[in-house]
């Protein structure tokens, strides 16, 4: 269970990532003129196939392979959005590397932007 720490931890997380998503998206839309709609869905499709027969061997674990999708499209979406566009968005320009080094980020520590990302890695 977690502590009132740690969810407020989860929860800062949530609105840094939602404020980062939010800004990209607009950004992409003043750019190019159209919304994220259809490529949202195209990607949405492509992550359904490469996770759909996916299991990791736990009925429990396996139940959040959808939150897993969710969160993988938005990061890596929008993380393709700032390469396409040039927009050079810090917070997402970090995703990628910690995604390239093999971690995972799952939350913020502290006030965005003073904080700092919390990434979950094997290593």
Same mark, same amino acid.
Do not use: H
């Given at each position: 269970?977690?502590?009132? !720490?740690? *969810?407020? $931890? #989860?929860q800062?997380?949530? *609105? %840094?990532?939602? /404020? &980062?998503?939010?800004?990209? $998206?607009?950004?992409?839309?003043?750019?190019?003129?159209?919304?994220?709609?259809?490529?949202? /869905?195209? *990607? @949405?499709?492509?992550?359904? #196939?490469?996770l759909?027969? !996916?299991?990791?061997? +736990?009925?429990?674990?396996?139940?959040?392979?959808?939150?897993?999708? +969710?969160?993988?499209?938005?990061?890596? &979406? @929008?993380?393709?959005? /700032?390469?396409? #566009?040039?927009?050079?968005?810090?917070?997402? /320009?970090?995703?990628?590397? %910690?995604?390239?080094a093999?971690?995972?980020? #799952?939350?913020?520590?502290?006030?965005?932007? $003073?904080?700092?990302? %919390?990434?979950?890695?094997?290593?």
């Amino acid at each position: 269970m977690l502590d009132d !720490k740690e *969810i407020s $931890k #989860c929860q800062e997380w949530d *609105i %840094v990532r939602s /404020n &980062q998503i939010i800004e990209m $998206k607009t950004k992409y839309e003043s750019l190019n003129n159209k919304g994220t709609f259809e490529l949202d /869905n195209e *990607i @949405f499709k492509y992550l359904s #196939c490469k996770l759909a027969d !996916k299991s990791i061997g +736990d009925k429990r674990l396996d139940e959040k392979i959808p939150t897993l999708m +969710d969160s993988l499209l938005d990061d890596f &979406q @929008f993380i393709i959005f /700032n390469d396409y #566009c040039s927009i050079n968005n810090q917070f997402f /320009n970090n995703l990628l590397q %910690v995604y390239l080094a093999g971690g995972w980020p #799952c939350g913020w520590e502290g006030r965005y932007l $003073k904080g700092k990302l %919390v990434i979950f890695s094997n290593e």
